[in-house]
């Protein structure tokens, strides 16, 4: 893959809204490498019959790995310090 080859943040949306209830895409995030905190719609996904990678677009350090296989949703987040979510 290449930088090219990449998706906004919002192309995690589907996926992810089958785990979260809230917009995901409008969540604010802090990368665990760099620190960046930004929403998760400026994150850049990458996307393959696999799953999806997202990497934050300042350092380019994975930020989360999601991928199904058996009916099951593999959700890997440890590239975020943290994500915050609006209450409603």
């Not at 960046?36 to 400026?42: C, F, G, K, L, M």
């Not at 799953?51 to 989360?64: E, I, P, T, W």
């Amino acid at each position: 893959m290449t930088d090219q080859d990449y998706l906004d943040g919002n192309a995690a949306a589907g996926l992810l809204s089958e785990v979260f209830a809230a917009d995901v895409t409008t969540a604010v995030g802090c990368c665990a490498n760099c620190g960046d905190q930004s929403v998760v719609a400026r994150g850049r996904v990458y996307v393959d019959q696999h799953g999806l990678v997202m990497r934050c677009s300042v350092c380019g350090d994975v930020l989360a790995v999601a991928a199904e296989r058996a009916g099951r949703l593999c959700l890997d987040l440890r590239g975020l310090a943290w994500l915050e979510f609006a209450v409603e």
